[in-house]
């Protein structure tokens, strides 16, 4: 497994792409950035290599996350709270269990709710 200086070392032509004021992680791993609308995401990918990211809904946080391996160095963009453009969600009514303020009773209720993603043809579907 590689040691963070490694990564570093390996890596320096990367680092030297991202823009002044980016958020980023560093990890064995690879690199994690944060953005949080897809004009940022746009704007970060436009620094980075070239290639196929693979985009996913996060489910348990509502955001969009977008993968890459580049030389064997994962890149990961998350927290993306827009959907993107080719995605539109999918709704259904399903019955949820939510907490009303009225001394925390927990009630029933129907409402709609988005069950997945169509982008373009592939359903991206939601883990819940």
């Known amino acids: 497994m590689a040691t963070m200086n ?13 823009p002044d004021g980016q958020h980023f992680d560093l990890s064995p791993n690879g690199f994690e950035f944060q953005c949080y609308d897809q ?4 704007a970060l ?5 070239h290639g196929i990211w ?7 946080c509502g955001w969009w996350a977008y993968t890459m391996t580049y030389k ?22 399903k019955q949820v ?9 927990d009630r ?3 409402k709609q709710v988005i069950v997945g993603w169509d982008c373009g043809g592939k ?6």
Not at 12 to 17: G, M, N, P, T, V
Not at 39 to 42: F, G, K, R, T
């Open 6 to 18: 490694d990564v570093l070392r390996n890596n320096f032509e990367l680092i030297s792409r991202i």
């Open 97 to 105: 269990v939510e907490r009303v303020a009225t001394g925390y009773t």
């Open 45 to 49: 990918r436009k620094t980075l290599p």
């Open 39 to 42: 004009a940022s995401c746009a």
């Open 72 to 93: 064997g160095i994962g890149l990961r963009i998350y927290a993306c709270r827009e959907a993107p453009k080719t995605c539109k969600a999918i709704f259904a009514e």
């Open 54 to 60: 693979k985009k996913e809904f996060v489910v348990d």
């Open 123 to 128: 359903k991206e579907k939601k883990n819940a």
């Open 108 to 110: 029933v209720v129907t």
